[in-house]
């Protein structure tokens, strides 16, 4: 056999690797062609020169087939600023106003505050770990991407005529992260529907002032209105419940959702009616939703939601529940459930640390010492196996399985698959910063 037959051989190889995604590991051709080469006629020698081969050969399959597969998505650094600001926008938005603006007017606020002398922090710090009793077995489940293929501008012209608006969309922002589009007036004076999209996400929202009931100021003082006339919800003005579920319905099937893989919830009280469309996997609530209000004059207020359907990407491995339970303490594996599923036991009222708004740092400042709550070590004694949704870097919405744990502080929901299905990202990327911004004397 000559060289070029050995080459020849490397090329078979690399064909023949079904995991062969970038090339297999480069063969030693040199390696081969000494070998097949060998001057050596006895038949025995001939027979270990091919098996020489053959080793070769195997060696590169196994190490070709060794590579892993790529990541579904990768989870963002600031996972919970992303479900925020995909919701409800960033704090401190304005209307038409750049998330990425808004965001930095917000810090800055924050920064103010922090500068007025109060910030909230808890008085311990939690340390989970997992019950004996957890289950130690794996499993398998699904990964569903919710995503929207449909026209932003088509989709808000059925919004606006489900609302009764006849006004063309019209541009309200657009940056390298997201678009928008309104319906209505562009000073909000009356009933507008919005949507907004980005790269992996799509949301809508509607807003009406004729359905938010002002008061009339019943006591006052000098710095202003210190009672309010209170005014309940008329039961003879609110809709009923059939009206509200054909209302939901029609917009869940405007957002692109399936006709039946929802439940609406309704609630009354005394400010009136409120309403929601959840999303359902298997009989089981995720957390994607689509909201309605009513006033106490019964005029529907606000509605809002995402736009888009499940798109299933494969089903996978998961760790135990007691495996899982570690990432309790981990902000990456965070995810989260549907609301409805959460304990939320009454907790110690929160410590206020206070500065020294007068200290100035025009001279001898020294660093705060740094705050250090105590550690509590808590048991998460029982896990439920329910769907949980994560954003990606990119903003995308994925509903992956997860475990929501229970302990005597409350519920919490963190993501089962195994290692290698989704990217995590560095541990060092999103830290919290440690309260030592402050100053002393």
Known sequence: MKKKSAENLEQRIKAADPLNFGGAPELDVNLAARISNSKIRRRSNSVFAMAGLAAVGLIALSIGSSQQPKPLFSIGSSASNSITMAENGAAGQQPGQPASEATSTAANDAAQGFAAGKMMMPYVSYQYFGSEKLSQTGSTGSVYQFAYNGNPKSSLEDFAK???????????????????????????????????????????????????????????????????????????????????TKKLSTLAKIAGWGPSNFKISQTRNEWGVSAAATLQLDGKPIAIEIYASWGQNGVLNYAGGQLGQLIKKGSFETVSAKEASDRANDWRWSASAHHSLYNYPELAQPMLLKTSPEVSCESDCQPAKEFKPEVKNVELTSARVTPVVVYSQTGSIWVVPGYLYESEVGSIAVIALIEGVIELPKASEAEVMPLDAGVSR
């Open 162 to 244: 489900f609302f009764g608006l006849t006004d063309s969309p019209e541009l309200q922002f657009s940056d390298e992260f997201s678009t928008s589009y309104l319906v209505g007036p562009k000073d909000y004076t009356s009933a507008t529907v919005s949507l907004y999209t980005s790269p992996g996400n799509t949301g809508w929202n509607f807003n009406n002032p004729d359905g938010y009931v002002q008061p009339d100021c019943i006591e006052k003082d000098e710095f202003g209105c210190t009672r309010w006339e209170e005014i309940k919800a008329d039961p003879a003005k609110m809709p009923s419940a059939e009206e509200v």
